[in-house]
T-cell receptor
Framework: DTGVSQDPRHKITKRGQNVTFRCDPI?????LYWYRQTLGQGPEFLTY????????KSRLLSDRFSAERPKGSFSTLEIQRTEQGDSAMYLC??????????????FGSGTRLTVV | AQTVTQSQPEMSVQEAETVTLSCTYD???????LFWYKQPPSRQMILVIR??????QNATENRFSVNFQKAAKSFSLKISDSQLGDAAMYFC?????????????FGEGTQLTVNP
């Protein structure tokens, strides 16, 4: 297991198009998180899953955003009708409960979205 | 709501010298964890060090140590014998206790430059 994988690394899309990102967590991790990071800022929480259940969603996650983790393994984050303000790095992280407070999260390398 | 503040947008240090990055946080919780993450230009967030709030002893990891002042809600990171590879963006992060919540709240980050 090589860590948290995210695909694609970069995505350029036209405004109004839909995009989907994928995250493959560390296999034994039961929690999966999505964060958004704009240039020069710290990551902001979007949502997280425990197994296949989506337990919390940020107010940042508008109706155009949806996330799934159908089998408790990989997750997808879809953005519909993209806007230029959606341009950011989308980070995925995973952890194992219990013990995540001690070990923290493992982050992926992110997907950089550019909306033109 | 919990907040994390890093008041130093940029810091620089000479190779082999020591530098301290500041972080303050605001919370009404008694059970929580604090982290320092490093984000090199490759963008993958890497855990540097963590501190459990119930522990009075400051955490250390090789050249990295923290000064945790719970009453003052301060959590600074000291990097000793700085190396060129330490150059990165450093984020302070807060997380509520194991049974309370799961999201990480990040500060704005401090860009560390290491001069040869």
């Amino acid at each position: 297991d090589t860590g948290v994988s995210q695909d694609p690394r970069h995505k350029i899309t036209k405004r109004g198009q839909n995009v989907t990102f994928r995250c493959d967590p560390i296999s034994e991790h039961n929690r999966l998180y999505w964060y958004r990071q704009t240039l020069g800022q710290g990551p902001e929480f979007l949502t997280y899953f425990q197994n296949e259940a989506q337990l919390e969603k940020s107010r940042l996650l508008s109706d155009r955003f949806s996330a799934e983790r159908p089998k408790g393994s990989f997750s997808t984050l879809e953005i519909q009708r993209t806007e230029q303000g959606d341009s950011a790095m989308y980070l995925c992280a995973s952890s194992y409960l219990p013990g995540q407070g001690i070990h923290g999260y493992t982050f992926g390398s992110g997907t950089r979205l550019t909306v033109v | 709501a919990q907040t994390v503040t890093q008041s130093q947008p940029e810091m620089s240090v000479q190779e082999a010298e020591t530098v301290t990055l500041s972080c303050t946080y605001d919370t009404s919780e008694s059970d929580y964890y604090l982290f320092w993450y490093k984000q090199p230009p490759s963008r993958q967030m890497i855990l540097v060090i963590r501190q459990e709030a119930y522990k009075q002893q400051n955490a250390t990891e090789n050249r990295f140590s923290v000064n945790f002042q719970k009453a003052a809600k301060s959590f600074s990171l000291k990097i000793s014998d700085s190396q060129l590879g330490d150059a990165a963006m450093y984020f302070c992060a807060y997380r509520r206790g194991e049974t309370s919540g799961s999201r990480l709240t990040f500060g704005e980050g401090t860009q560390l430059t290491v001069n040869p």
